[in-house]
């Protein structure tokens, strides 16, 4: 058995956040985006904040590929919201 590495502990503070902050926050926009709805200023900041946030872990996932997948559905649940809410715009 591996002893675990301070990456380990990193990982799962950011998975706990992801899971009671994010992953929340992103399936209402989801759903908003879904029934049609357009994003506020605010969700928007909140998106950001998230892209910003996965691109100043990269580093940290590149070296612990077991994540990479949970990561790659993370990014396409943001593309799913974003181009849903772009396609919302052009209806309005």
């Known amino acids: 058995m591996t002893e675990p590495s301070k990456d380990d502990g990193v990982i799962l503070a950011l ?33 950001d904040t998230v892209i910003h946030d996965a691109q100043q872990s990269k580093q940290l ?19 799913t919201i974003t181009e849903k809410a772009l396609d919302n715009e052009k209806d309005q």
């Open 15 to 47: 998975i706990e956040r992801f899971e009671k902050q994010r992953l929340p926050r992103l399936q209402e926009l989801k759903e908003k985006t879904d029934n049609g709805g357009l994003l506020s200023d605010e969700d928007i900041v909140f998106l």
């Open 61 to 79: 996932i590149d070296k612990h590929p077991e994540w990479q997948a949970f990561c790659a559905n993370v990014v396409h649940l943001y593309e």
